[in-house]
């Protein structure tokens, strides 16, 4: 059922809640023991149900509308709410196979006085970064040692997400299907010494597929599931309809396929425990996953083996994405990460401090900028080199979903509520596969760029800056590593050639600058002042010279200014 019909049935009906469907609903989905009762008992609990279908409606809209706004903490309430309808409809046994993934990312509640459940997301953290950024990052020669047991200092409960800023489209992934996919976000929470996490993404489809897609509109079968879902999804499919339909367009593009790729990390022993992949249509999630448990109420042996296969080779099929998964565990660091420059190098530069952007409260959210460089004496990070991991399967057993009251016991034999970890050798699973306030990260590339500046232009002759005015050249420069036109104005009583190669040479540039035209003046320094004054308005940094804007407007300013200059 699509969630917008589903939010929409669920706020007219007025549910008995925190019952257990499965020893009470008969094969129509009704509860039978309510005919044995007197009409008073009934209307009574009628009228109880209506005002807890009141404050289910109430909870639901809350629901709709918190959050930042982002696609990778708005998926996190589409999933409480459909939790919360099954929940109110028809009990706690019916939920979905997602919510194995997700629920770890929601707390449980009840509504006051009453012993109905709701879910809703736990406390979040949301930031914006930079998806090439990141990459150079983890990728870089000189990236930080990672080990995956750091993440066991995250505070439990907490829930991480990470969005992309930008357009989704600008960085891509090819899967092993040679299909591309995009990545919208990252989302991450700890719970004792499980990471759980999921990727908001989709796979891209040529317009001629997408159509296909629409067309072949199979039909929703009930074959594999649950005999205790039934009832309620068969009122489910009568409600929506019997097929799946098409398929929904991750926000931001037209035709990427959403998709949600999910998972459990053992971080003391670097396995998955368990992963899923889930692509959303209308109607429905086409859902597999490399856990067995779901699939245990199957009874004939063959039937639950051929599931269990097939579970298998799509698993192996999007083996890329789980590795791309393993790259995003590094994203807590990589908003942490600073580099550092000596106050004297700064000093020496003449230059301006390095500044971050300002903060301050947006629509729905408040924004504080986190940097990635800071003047300091404390020593520049010990950088080694980066090697991605790859995390094999956990293969000595799995988990298994108990009464929410129940305790279990977790791999080590302590004390578990709500499931417990069955030791069994799932071989089928061993398979080796291919390798409120908004955090916004500061680019890693810029910083390295501005410590090779400010490094390189302390360096200059001390006694050559003491001159008042000296003849020399304004420049424009470019770095290959700068996208789109962006462009370095400055000057130098040297060559533009020289200063380039100065720049060029710093150990952590990516890319050699490039000159591209230079103009001689009597007075650069002064001219550079009022050609700046001229581009403030398409500056990058306050404390930087990098300006982006067309070179046929820039060359036009720094001309007219030279003319206008000449007049004095």
Known sequence: ????????????????????????????????????????????????????????RDILLDLRHSGVGYPVDQILRDFAIEYTHRYASSGVSTQPLSF??????????????????????????????????????????????????????????????????????????????????????????????????????????????????CENNAEIRLD????????????????????????????????????????????????????????????????????????????????????????????????????????????????QCRFTVAPAAVKLSEKSQPRTAKGGRGVGAHFKHVASLEVSDVKPLILRAYTPPQFQLETEGYWKRTDPNSYGKDPEGNQIRGRTWVKAATSWRGVSFLPQTVFVKASISSAKLQIADYINSAQIDEEEKDATKRSGVVYVMRCLAMRDEIYKVGWTSKSAKQRAEQLSSATGVPNSFVVVETWSHPDPEALERGIHAMLNPYRLNEGREFFKLRYNDLKAIIEGEIERSSRH
């Open 100 to 213: 194995n993934y997700i629920e770890p990312f929601c707390t449980v509640r009840l509504i006051e006085n009453t012993v109905a459940p709701f879910i809703e997301p736990c406390r979040e953290l949301d930031h914006l970064f930079s998806v090439g950024d990141y990459f150079d990052y983890i990728t870089a020669q000189d990236s930080p040692s990672f080990e995956l047991s750091e993440l066991l200092t995250l505070r439990e409960g907490l829930v991480h997400h990470f969005t992309q800023n930008g357009t989704i489209t600008d960085f891509t992934y090819m899967t092993a299907e040679g299909r591309e996919f995009v990545i919208s976000g990252f989302s991450m929470v700890r719970r004792g010494r499980s990471l759980h996490w999921y990727i908001l993404g989709g796979e891209v489809l040529t317009d001629t597929e997408w159509r296909d897609r």
């Open 1 to 56: 059922m699509s969630r917008s019909k589903r939010l929409t049935d669920l706020l007219k009906i007025p549910p008995l809640a925190g019952l257990d469907h499965r020893l009470l609903l008969d094969e129509q989905g009704r509860l039978p023991f309510l005919s044995a009762l007197s009409r008073a008992e009934r209307r009574r609990i009628k009228a109880e149900g209506a005002k807890i279908g009141k404050r289910y």
């Open 224 to 335: 594999d599931t649950p005999p205790w879902k039934r009832p309620f999804l068969a009122q489910s499919i009568a409600q929506s309809g019997d097929h799946f339909g098409p398929p929904v367009a991750l926000q931001g593009t037209s035709n990427a396929i959403r998709t949600i790729i999910a998972g459990e990390t053992d971080l003391r022993t670097a396995r998955h425990v368990a992963r899923c992949y889930m692509s959303e249509t209308e109607n429905s999630f086409a859902m597999f996953c490399d856990d067995p448990e779901p699939f245990s109420y199957i009874e004939d042996p063959a039937r639950r083996a051929d599931v269990l296969r097939e579970m298998q080779k799509r698993v192996e099929d999007a083996s890329v994405m789980w590795n791309l998964a393993e790259g995003f565990f590094r994203l807590v660091n990589y908003f």
